[in-house]
Each structure stands twice: as C-alpha cells, then as structure tokens.
C-alpha cells in the first residue's frame, strides 16, 4: 500500500453516518466504455430506495440526457419486487452540473422526474450568456479553429441556455489546457460565480462552463431535503482537480471509483480490506456496501418557511383522515356500550382516564362497584375524581398519588422513599378493595358495571407500567440497553410483562371486541396477579438502602396516557405497514413501553419479541441529546447497547408515544443500526401539531420528517397536548421555557392537576400545589 495515511483516513470517514448518496452517472454507475447504467447497479439503488435512502444521480447531462436516464432506470426498479410508488420518490436529479433539481410527485413513466426547481439564480444564467461570445473569439482563433464544438443545455420548456459544452475531437493535452486556462482566467475576473471543469463525454474530451458547481449544488440539495449538512455520500469518478467531480469529491464525504487528487483527507479512492484500491461499479457497489446508510427521521437545517407550509397540508390531511379511522372504533364503542356515543364518551380525551357522567352514578343503586369507586380518605375521594360533569376513574392516592405528593422546587421534583412507600400501600388496598367489590357484584356484563371494571383494569395497567419501567431503571440506571420482556429468561420481568399483556388484553376485548362476555373469574384472575407484582416489588424496595431522590425510578406521569388512541393508532400502524414480515417489537423508554405489547395483542403472529429501549443519561439527556452529532453519533462510544449482540442481524419496528423533534427517534434508529439491527417501521402515537413548530426550529433542535409520516412512521393518529406559546423561549438565566404565558406546556397535565385541586388531596410542596398558588 502506497498511501497509509490516506488508507486510514478513509476508514476514518466510513465510521460517519449517511443519510443519502449522490451518484455521478457516466463511470460511475454505467458499464465500461458505455453509457448504458450496469444492471448490478440496479439492484443496488433499489435497496436504498427499500431503506429509506435518498438517491441523488448528478450529471453535466440536461434533459435529453436525463431522458436517457429515466429510460435506463425506470422499468427495472419500477418492476422490482416489493418497490413502493413512494420510494420511487426518493429519486432526485440533479441535471446540468446541479442547475436544476428533478424530481417526481407521481410514478407513471411521464410524470416520473418531471417536476424541476432550479438551483441556480437569474443572474447567473444570464451571465452565461455573456460567456458564449468568449467561446466563439476561441473558436475563430487560428491556434483552436477546429479542435472542438460548443454544445448548449437547454430549458426545454423555455430554452433557457443552463449549461455550455466544449466536445474536443482532439485528446492533444497541450491544446486542451491552454484553452482551459485561457478561460478559467477570464472567468475568475468577469464571471466568478460561473464555473469550469473538465471531464469526458463519450470518450471525448469536454470544457463544461455551468451556472452551478456540484458541491454547491450537493449543499443546496441537502437543505431542500432536510438532510444533516455533509451527510450525503458523494461518488464520482473525475475526482482529479480538473475533474468535473473534483468540487463534489473534494471532501471527507468524498469518493472517486477512478481519477482521484492524491489528497489524504478527500476525494478518497475506494480500498477493499487488502486495501487494492478498486475501480468503477465494482468500487461503487463495494463502496455502497461498506458506508453506513441509514434513514433520517429527524430534519437539520431544513427551510423552516417551506416546511411551515407543506408541515400545515399534512397535518389537514391527517385530522380528515382521522375522521373516517375513527368511526370503526366508535361505532365498536356504541355497541358494546350502547350509552355512549364514541371513544370520548368512555375514555377522557383530555386525560385519558375511563369517565362516568355523574347523573350515571346518582341513579345507581345498590352497587358495589359504585361504592368502591367512592371509597374516600380525609374526605376526599381516594381512587376517583371530578371534572365539571363526570366522574374519572384514576385517584390521588393511587394513580396520581406521586403527581400529587412528590416535592416540587424551582422546576426540580424530588420523590421520597415515603412516597414510595405510601403509593405501594395505596395499591394493595385498592386492589383488596377492587377484589372484594366485585366478588359481590351480581352482573358484571351490566354496561355500567363494565365501565368501572375498565377504571379498575386501567390502574392495574398503570401500576404495572410504572413497576416495569420501576425495573428497567433501577436495574439499569447507568446503561444503554435493549431489554426482552417477553423471555422467561428474567423471571420477574417476564411476570411482569405475562400480568401486563392479560390485563391490556382484556381492555381492549372489553372496549373492541363486539359482544365481549366478562366473567368474575377473569377479573380476578387479572387483580390477583397484579397484587403478587405490586406485593413482590414492594418487599424488594423495603429491603433496599434509602435513596434521595426516586423520580427517574417510580415516574409519575406518562404523557399520552389514553389506551384507546394507543390501541387505535398501533392499529393504524398494523394496517398501513401492511407487512406479514415476523417482527420484534421495541418500545422507547418511558413513553412506548406500553405499545410493544398493545401491538403484540392486535396481531400476535407477527410481533415476536417484547424488547424495551433505554438510553443512559450521556445519551438521554435533553441538553446532551441536543448536543450530539448525528452523523458521527455511535452507541459504541456511549457504552454499548447491553444485550443487543443477542439481537444482531434481526429487524425491528421502534414505538414510541410521541415524536416533536424526532432527535430521540433518529439516535434509536442510529444506536440499532449501530448494533447490526435494522429498523423496519416506526409506530407514533401522537404527532406534533403545528402550534410547536417554533419549538423544532430553535437553537440546535430538528425537525420530524413528515415526508415519511404513513411511508416509514405509521401511527400518527392524535395530536400531542401542548399549548400554543405566545411568550418568549428563553429565560433571563438563558435557559429555555416551554410553558405558555399562563405556565402551561401540557394540556393534559393542566386537565389532571386542575382536577387534583378540586378533589382537596395533594401535598402543597407538590406541582399541584404550585400551580393552585399561581391560580390565586
């Protein structure tokens, strides 16, 4: 090996990540000594298409050439098996050096690559104009008559010349380059932001003079497509200095298959691991092997205007696509509760708990359940509580309990052992008195009755999703991790998730299963199995040394807590990912723990492993998240993924219950990729609505991708509760405040506390005495 340094150098610069490629065409992706593309090539895009890669082709060809193109491509990766219209989309043109981007809004042959903006401006192509005259004064020089043909690139709708070609009938290196400098000179001094290369075009020599360079045109293209900056792979095969693909290879993102600048740090040759160095398609497919190409999830840099707009069409598309979802559900929801019209009737929309009218209960006589449900402590209600007009069945001191007890100073919470303590004992007697209640209850089935078995269903399905996030910290806590619930491997674990998976399972047969009988023998089993998990957990803390602070081990709250918009929205995913493929199923710590498994009950054929995803506080935290480089971020360096060589080489599709900048997803789908784990499909809950798009644009955050929004993330059924913010973003200390003008940022927290001050049992040093304090 001649160049070690260079050798390393480019091993160096495969460790980034990339989320797009830019091929040059002719050398690069075309058979030898032809302009035909190499059939091995094919294959090769349409996996990256299959992937979620933008594949970028750019060339000195204008549309003629580009005609070539879509003749070359556009059958064999159309008629490519499991290829998608909307991946055909990710195919981009840049024509002409990068004047103008091509680029398709639907997938017939004549509408493929039809679209086109240009890159470069109005004065720059009438300056090429200027340029024409200059070229003709050559062409009756005595010293050049006869060695070469100007050819234009047009705009064929309008004739706008874009590009000049100079095709040489001579390969005389003495006549080439004097004419090359001649006009390179005189460019640098009238027209420097026109451009000159060098190259060949059909086994002749070319001058090309362009409005556009490619690395300037590659930067643009980066931007319009919300890419990082720098995070397309470049190949080429003219990467000499005179190369027409010199400006676009001259980086650490660059690689030529043939002519190279011998510089150590760019435009690097493609080595295989003896460390040859290979030439043309062979180079590029290796190459394509080699590099890290994944999908962006989350958009850097992108036009925050151009965004704003189409951003407000999806979400239009989605709120009256969401209508007709809906109504399946609802109507599932009238028949088996025939006094309620809807899910909103049943689930709160606000807070997500099971709600009764309060007319429902005054007329209910001799109930159990009713008088479980009204059980008080101080005299206020202990497991239920009012909003104006109904009963909600989640109660301070159990489901709430820490929301409403926990110190709360300065934007900080602090949750004491005590607390602890108090929430487990809280549980056990809710449970008790659940069991007993409806050991007397003579109907179960009566519709009523249903309704408040679901409240008492829904606290066990809270009890159990904090204990199970209760165990991923604790035995965690300074680890990157994948954790299989579903293995039997954990014992506890695997109680955990077996009591979990038969409780969701008989909310949702309840709720969605059209004439669903209940027994008492069902129920029970559910409590009492639920009651051995709680008793378990609560032993173990006893025995363990008191800490100072429990927040991150028993969390209070979950943010999209309705279990109906999460059973709907992981159907939706269900339906539109439209794949029988055998799948694991990985849920996001704290929001998508629950999700894996709501999935595994909607189609238990598909969804193999449970795994939950758990990022260490370097990664995790929102001031370090927003820190990281995407491009260069590698779990390796972070610690690992502890478990995930048990999972390498395996698909899996990520959960999570809500996405707004979509960093958190992006560093999930980069850390799986990083340990040989591909991720097929993403499943969102709620989506950001329009309101927060100042939030996705500020400082150093990013933007969710919504050209992948029912493509690659599936789901997206609901809105995410914030409030609009009408104030400024950073404090007088420099830190940023999400809360509006009126300390708001969560709607349905508001909606939670509120009813906490209304029911009289919170703690004052707690959040919900904080916001009772500013109310007066």
């Known amino acids: 090996m001649e160049n070690k340094i260079m050798y390393k150098n480019y ?168 004419i090359y400098s001649i006009l390179k000179n005189q460019l640098s001094e009238e027209y420097k932001e026109l451009f000159i290369s060098r190259g060949m075009y059909k086994d002749l020599p070319v001058i090309q003079i362009g409005t556009s360079r490619k690395d300037k045109a590659i930067q643009k293209t980066e931007k319009l497509l919300g890419i990082p900056q720098d995070s397309m792979l470049r190949i080429g095969d003219c990467g000499d200095i005179k190369g027409n693909d010199f400006a676009m290879l001259n980086c650490n993102q660059g690689y030529s298959v043939d002519k190279i600048n011998n510089d150590d740090n760019s435009c690097f040759p493609v080595f295989d691991e003896k460390g040859n160095i290979l030439k ?29 707009y189409h951003f407000a069409r999806v979400e239009k598309n989605i709120v009256l696509g969401r209508q007709k979802l809906l109504k399946k559900y609802n109507n599932l929801i009238n028949l088996n509760f025939s006094d309620c019209f809807g899910i909103d009737d049943l689930f709160d929309r606000n807070s997500g708990c099971i709600k009764i009218p309060m007319y429902e209960i005054e007329l209910l006589e001799n109930s159990p359940l009713k008088d479980f449900w009204l059980i008080q402590k101080n005299n206020c209600q202990a497991y239920s509580m009012r909003d104006d007009n109904n009963y909600l069945l989640r109660g301070s001191s159990t489901y709430y309990y820490l929301l409403a007890n926990r110190i709360s100073s300065n934007g900080e919470d602090f949750t004491l052992k005590s607390d602890v303590i108090n929430w487990y004992d809280n549980y056990l007697n809710f449970l008790d008195n659940s069991i007993n209640a409806i050991a007397i209850t003579k109907n ?187 491009r260069k971020f590698n779990i390796n360096n972070y610690g690992g993924l502890l478990n995930s060589q048990d999972l390498s080489n395996t698909n899996v599709d990520i959960f999570d219950d809500n996405v707004l900048t979509g960093k958190t997803l992006q560093l999930s789908v980069n850390s799986l990729y990083d340990s040989n784990i591909n991720v097929k499909n993403i499943c969102i809950v709620r989506y950001p609505s329009i309101n927060r798009l100042d939030q996705m644009f500020m400082g150093n955050t990013c933007a969710i991708d919504y050209n992948l929004f029912f493509n690659y993330i599936y789901g997206l059924c609901f809105n995410s509760p914030y409030s609009w913010k009408d104030n400024e973003w950073k404090k007088d200390n420099g830190k940023y405040d999400y809360t509006d003008s009126l300390g708001v940022f969560d709607l349905n927290r508001k909606k939670i506390i509120e009813c906490l001050i209304k029911n009289h049992d919170f703690s004052e040093c707690s959040e919900v005495g904080e916001y009772k304090r500013r109310l007066v």
């Open 444 to 630: 179960v089935n009566y519709q009523i009755n249903k309704k408040m078995i679901l409240g008492i269903l829904d606290n066990c399905r809270n009890v159990l999703l904090v204990l199970l996030n209760h165990n991923l910290i604790s035995n965690h806590f300074n680890e990157n991790v994948l954790l299989d619930i579903s293995t039997e491997n954990e014992e506890s674990i695997y109680e955990l998730y077996s009591t979990l998976y038969n409780v969701e399972k008989m909310i949702s047969n309840i709720c969605f299963q059209e004439n669903f009988i209940v027994t008492d023998n069902m129920i029970q089993e559910c409590l009492l199995n639920t009651k051995k998990i709680v008793l378990y957990n609560l032993k173990i803390e006893l025995k363990k040394p008191e800490k100072q602070d429990y927040s991150k081990d028993y969390r209070t709250y979950r943010e999209i807590d309705n279990f109906a918009e999460n059973y709907i929205a992981v159907s939706l995913y269900e339906e539109k990912c439209n794949s029988v493929d055998i799948i694991n199923a990985c849920g996001l710590s704290y929001g998508g723990i629950e999700l894996p498994v709501i999935a595994k009950i909607i189609n238990a054929n598909r969804i193999d492993k449970l795994l939950l995803l758990k990022f260490n506080k370097e990664v995790s935290g929102y001031s370090n998240k927003q820190l990281l480089d995407l």
């Open 280 to 308: 043309g398609v062979d180079a590029t497919l290796y190459l394509i092997k080699k590099a890290k190409l994944l999908p962006t999830v989350c958009l850097e840099k992108a036009d925050k205007a151009e965004y704003q």
């Open 11 to 178: 091993l160096k610069s495969l460790e980034q990540k990339y989320n797009a490629v830019c091929f040059d065409i002719d050398g690069t992706l075309t058979l030898k000594d032809s302009n035909n593309i190499d059939p091995r090539t094919i294959s090769m895009i349409t996996d990256l298409l299959k992937r979620k890669v933008p594949v970028v082709f750019i060339t000195g060809r204008g549309e003629k050439g580009l005609e070539c193109l879509k003749k070359d491509i556009y059958n064999q990766i159309k008629n490519s098996e499991n290829i998608t219209n909307e991946a055909l989309k990710r195919i981009f043109v840049l024509t002409n050096d990068g004047a103008r981007l091509f680029y398709s809004k639907e997938i017939t042959f004549d509408s493929f690559l039809k679209e086109n903006i240009y890159i470069t401006t109005k004065e720059e192509i009438k300056n090429l104009s200027n340029v024409i005259g200059i070229i003709e004064e050559l062409q009756a020089n005595k010293n050049f008559k006869n060695f070469f043909d100007l050819k234009f690139s047009k705009d064929l709708k309008d004739g706008t010349i874009i590009n000049l070609r100079m095709v040489f009938n001579t390969k005389n290196e003495k006549i080439i380059n004097e």
